[in-house]
């Protein structure tokens, strides 16, 4: 191939530098065509790459003529990869102390791993106590569900190669357990839960399934096709929690007025609608292909709230409530 010439499939310009980064690291002494060679692009790119490093980096690369070679003029720990701003830089460090709560739980240690590199690459570019901010804000996540990270990175790796799985999965309702068989779109983290949504064998229909539920997870070498139209967005358009119906119903909540202040403040779905009533109070319309787990959600907010469409969910709340009065 012509030198100079662009060669198909090459990484982009950062993870480029990135790499020539590690190869100049502690000493190292390299050249354009054992860059070239190594990261599959042409000399001419990698001598643009090692200007922008050196010109617009800020980095000590210099090239040595007397033995055709690039070093670093002095030893350099950090790939200056970001520049941010305090606010962003506090930004961050609250995001991190947002984890906190899912230490031990799926992606907590990556994401803590990458929040350290992040952090690192930022050194001597800003100067910030951040001890004061960090100290004065936390989280609080209840009901976190348990998720196996053994489970779940074999469940990222089909979901990213878009391979079939085998699993043993229990239902809530059922005492023995089935082996089940699906495709894999998509994972999803719903009230602090993750869920797997993707084409059920069996059924050859969309289904969620719980990952704290799912054992003896196999990625198979069957590969299938994802549905182009497929989206979490579309998925979940008419979801209030994290399973999906097949029904089409609009719901009328009426709160009390100081319910209403609390019901105001937060988003709760895509399709909410607010009415302002007399005296304070709140009508909530939203436009649900499930009620179960809309049900369970106003039965929470006690005599607070009245649901006044559909008749459905008003029988579903009565009997409910009923039972719940017979165990006192």
Known sequence: ?????????????????????????????????????????????????????????????????????????????????????????????????????????????????????????????????????????????????????????RLSLAVRDHREIEFVYLKPQNTEPETRRMQPYHLANRENAWYVIGLDADKQALRTFAVSRMKKVTVTAWQFTKPADFTPEKYYAKSFGAFVGTGDHRVVIRFNAEAAAKIRERFWHETQEFKELPAGGLELRLHLNSLDEICRWVLGWADAAEVIAPKELRHQIKAAAKATAARY
């Open 1 to 153: 191939m012509a030198q100079g010439a662009k060669l198909p499939n090459s990484r982009p310009p950062l993870a480029r530098m990135l790499r020539i980064h590690e190869e100049l690291q502690d000493g190292h002494l390299t050249n354009c065509t054992k860059l070239a060679r190594l990261l599959e692009v042409s000399t001419k790119t990698i001598s643009r790459d090692l200007e922008f490093m050196r010109d617009q980096l800020g980095l000590p690369v210099e090239y040595d003529a007397t033995i055709y070679a690039w070093r670093y003029a002095y030893p350099v720990k950090n790939f200056p990869t970001v520049q941010v701003s305090e606010g962003e830089l506090l930004a961050l460090l609250v995001a991190r102390k947002a984890l906190e709560p899912y230490r031990g739980t799926p992606y907590h240690d990556q994401l803590t791993h990458a929040f350290d590199k992040l952090a690192a690459g930022l050194r001597d570019q800003v100067s910030f106590s951040a001890d004061a901010g960090y100290a004065n804000v936390s989280f609080h996540h209840q009901g976190l569900s348990k998720a196996d990270l053994q489970i779940f990175e």
